[in-house]
């Protein structure tokens, strides 16, 4: 019980009505019109969980584990990155993902696609910095029909070690270079 706030559907005290008054305006004939009037204490402590809950979600966002059920790892240079290949949701591509286990590494790599390029999402890219907005790189290499192990390690390595990516602009279309 919250101070301020009774919850039970009888009267609090003895009165000369008997009825039983709902203890707020929550379930009554106009409830529309009411909106659902909570008490001060009970907006406090909603304000409250829904603070905790954001704070708490950016700040264990990046130290949460990457799912690595139904996927694959690879090592390379003593790092651990996971890898699947899954139907792109906005297109008919699918993408292999790449994601280290640190997340700061998070690559997309359309398979099949007219050109063959390369969407960054984590924090960096070819020992940059990224902002974490999508970038998009030209593949110096082709994608194969068939991806391999070794072809994700080639893709990580290129991503962590390579210089002077080619960024492309994206129109929200088909990329054609």
């Not at 690559?107 to 960054?120: D, E, G, K």
Request: with cysteine.
């Amino acid at each position: 019980n919250m101070a301020g706030v009774y919850y039970a559907e009888v009267p609090p005290v003895p009165i000369p009505n008997t009825e039983v008054k709902l203890s707020s305006a929550e379930d009554t004939w106009r409830e529309a019109a009411w909106k659902n009037r909570s008490s001060p204490a009970q907006k406090a402590v909603h304000l409250l969980m829904y603070g905790f809950f954001t704070v708490y979600k950016t700040i264990f966002r990046g130290i949460m584990a990457v799912r690595k059920k139904n996927r694959r790892v690879i090592l390379w240079n003593g790092k651990r990155y996971i890898w699947y290949v899954a139907q792109d949701k906005d297109s008919s591509y699918h993408l292999l993902n790449v994601v280290s286990e640190d997340k700061q590494l998070i690559i997309a790599c359309p398979l099949n696609p007219q050109t063959p390029y390369l969407i960054s999402k984590g924090h960096v890219f070819q020992k940059q910095n990224s902002d974490r907005h999508w970038s998009r790189y030209e593949l110096p290499f082709p994608v194969p029909e068939i991806i391999t192990p070794k072809f994700v390690r080639t893709l990580v390595e290129w991503s962590v070690q390579g210089r002077n990516a080619v960024e492309i602009r994206w129109n929200g279309k088909e990329i054609c270079i």
